[in-house]
Nanobody, 125 residues
Framework: QVQLVESGGGLVQPGGSLRLSCAAGGSIFSIYTMAWYRQAPGKQRELVASITKGSNKNYSDSVKGRFTISRDNAKNTVYLQMNSLKPEDTAVYYC???????????????????WGQGTQVTVSS
């Protein structure tokens, strides 16, 4: 009923930039919070940035000033612009959508804490 499809990952040199996209598909009415998390090998998954439907944003200290999160509510899509990338940004990046209101037939339902499949970001020279 709901899918999160991420794109934009890849290999980039230190100091470079990448833009991640995550499009939510399905019979979606609205999504309250969309976020990006990342998980490096041997480490726990951590929040990178989040944005509410009203555009309230939150960033981890490690990416403040370098990454920018944005969203297009009409397209149910969230973006992460990553600049000045560092080797320590290397990780699998996951899109997360929380409090999704969607149509199940003609009935509005809600689901919470939904994840995308992840996209690899590698920062290396």
């Amino acid at each position: 009923q709901v899918q999160l499809v991420e794109s934009g990952g890849g290999l980039v040199q230190p100091g470079g930039s990448l833009r991640l996209s995550c499009a939510a598909g399905g019979s979606i009415f609205s999504i309250y919070t969309m976020a990006w998390y990342r998980q490096a090998p041997g480490k726990q998954r951590e929040l990178v940035a989040s944005i509410t439907k009203g555009s309230n944003k939150n960033y981890s200290d490690s990416v403040k000033g370098r990454f920018t999160i944005s969203r297009d509510n009409a397209k149910n899509t969230v973006y992460l612009q990553m600049n000045s990338l560092k080797p320590e940004d290397t990780a699998v990046y996951y899109c997360n959508a929380d409090r999704i209101t969607y149509y199940s037939g003609s009935v509005l339902s809600e689901m919470y804490n939904y994840w995308g499949q992840g996209t690899q970001v590698t920062v290396s020279s």
